[in-house]
């Protein structure tokens, strides 16, 4: 068979386990979809893996198939409480707020693990509910984990982890596994039995997974739709909202679906968590792949007009009036700080003011009032930062951000521009920058950026956590633009 015959072949099966199983393998990732595939042909007794494939295509899959497909597709890569800060959340807001209605109208809570892969995800959960709950005993607790992988599953019911599921684990975590020697923990019992692991396959039949994934209080699914398909994203969001409770919570990776587009949830960002609640007003959210971080030069700041908040007197200045050195204003700073990680934008926005001669605080402020989708008051604060710092890289690339929003995308570039030529290795703008060139149908300025970005991460460690990056790691930024690249190669 010629070359093209070939390619045309692993065209056709890369649609068709797209089709299938949600999972997305562009041209670029033929030699890799190749390789996986032979490997699996050779074990079917299959010399010829266009005939493998043809074969596999004929016929709708068999479980059997299905199973070794994902087992080979699939790479479940997670560890205990991964993504610290979407924890953190659930720790100290989604669970306390669920667990006090819940105490006065029937002790009943359901979260689901949507691809779970070895379990550490749904395990991570049960603990923090142990730590939480008073009177376990007492609760109907539905904890479920599924994955399209039966291989993961199957070391997720055994509970038993090396070393390398505890990275970055804080100590008080090993009070819940009991070592067994040669590195190796296995989960205590009490955990375990509290959550249910299930084959399901994200992209099938919704009807298969019956009243399994119904009336959920909770839903994690977090970097199980990087690499799927824009309209397999749709689809799946549409699926999770169905299995939600009005008022539920899903829990999304920053990057994985596009905020601005979705219908019936609200978007809530959390100091780098990207939380979904279903049934609120849906409110415009500025999305947090291209935001900073607040632990870097970024800030939020109220409204000029807004009350000042409890305990903490509004200081008022005019044009002329003497400013303060900033060492007068530390517990304030500090304040607008904490409430900003809690998510507490406008208090957060409100304290900030309390020093505007300083340039991170209106910075702190431009942030909040664009998490809150008021970018008119995000403009006005950033470049109020903008007058007192101009030479600050982050600034004009958070102004670029707000700009995008505004609809001024010739703006938003010359932002970007500006912060690159103040920072010639400053990640986050290049690939803001292709991402905007490559909405406008900009093929050659787009892969440029993109390459200087690639270029970039080369320096990070793939699971290592991009600084401003609200919690992405380089290698989910890398795979990101990648998958770009390749439907700019389409064009």
Not at 158 to 187: C, H
Not at 468 to 480: P, V
Request: a neutral charge; aromatic letters at 8%; charged letters at 25%.
């Amino acid at each position: 068979m010629s070359e093209d015959q070939h390619n045309h072949c692993l065209r056709s099966f890369s649609r068709f386990i797209a089709m299938n199983m949600g999972l997305h393998f562009p041209e670029r990732r033929f030699p890799e979809l190749a390789q996986k595939m032979a490997a699996l042909g050779r074990e079917s007794g299959f010399v010829d893996l266009d005939h493998y494939l043809y074969q596999l295509m004929a016929a709708p899959l068999s479980s059997e198939q299905l199973k070794a497909l994902s087992g080979a597709l699939t790479i479940g890569e997670t560890y205990f409480l991964r993504d610290p800060k979407s924890y953190r959340v659930l720790e100290e807001r989604v669970l306390p707020a669920l667990i006090a209605a819940r105490r006065r109208g029937g002790k009943t809570l359901k979260i689901w693990s949507a691809g779970c892969s070895t379990g550490e995800e749904p395990y991570s959960i049960a603990i923090i509910l142990t730590r939480l709950l008073r009177d376990p005993g007492e609760w109907k607790i539905t904890l479920l984990g599924t994955d399209i992988n039966e291989e993961a599953l199957e070391r997720a019911r055994r509970g038993v982890y090396g070393k390398w599921s505890f990275r970055n684990a804080p100590e008080w975590l090993m009070e819940y596994f009991t070592p067994l020697g040669d590195g190796q923990f296995e989960i205590i019992p009490r955990i375990r039995q509290m959550v249910q692991f299930g084959q399901l396959n994200l992209a099938g039949d919704a009807a298969g997974a019956g009243s399994r994934t119904c009336g959920m209080d909770v839903i994690f699914c977090r970097n199980v739709m990087l690499y799927f398909h824009a309209d397999q994203i749709e689809k799946t969001v549409a699926r999770l909202h169905g299995a939600l409770k009005q008022g539920g919570w899903l829990f999304v990776g920053p990057t994985e679906v596009d905020h601005q587009k979705l219908s019936g949830f609200s978007c809530h960002h959390f100091d780098g968590a990207v939380l979904l609640r279903k049934g609120e007003p849906r409110r415009k959210s500025v999305r947090p792949a291209v935001l900073p971080g607040p632990g870097e030069a970024f800030a939020a700041a109220p409204s000029p007009a807004a009350p000042p908040a409890t305990g903490v007197p509004q200081a008022r200045y005019t044009a002329g009036a003497p400013v303060p050195p900033a060492d007068q204003l530390p517990a304030s700073v500090e304040q607008a700080r904490a409430a900003y990680r809690a998510g507490e934008y406008l208090e957060a926005a409100r304290l900030s003011l309390s020093a505007p001669h300083l340039a991170e605080c209106l910075t702190l402020a431009a942030r909040c009032y664009a998490n809150l989708g008021r970018y008119q008051e995000a403009r006005e604060q950033c470049e109020k930062a903008l007058q007192l710092e101009r030479l600050d890289a982050h600034s004009h690339y958070l102004f670029s951000m707000i700009l995008e929003q505004l609809g001024d995308a010739e703006g938003a570039e010359a932002s970007l521009k500006r912060a690159l030529y103040l920072d010639h290795d400053y990640l986050l703008a290049y690939f803001a920058l292709g991402n905007l060139c490559r909405k406008r149908g900009e093929i050659r300025e787009a892969e440029q950026s993109f390459a200087n970005a690639l270029r970039l991460l080369q320096r990070y460690d793939p699971a290592e956590v991009l600084p401003e990056a609200e919690g992405i790691t380089a290698g989910m930024l890398s795979q990101l633009i990648k998958g770009m690249n390749a439907g700019l190669s389409r064009r």
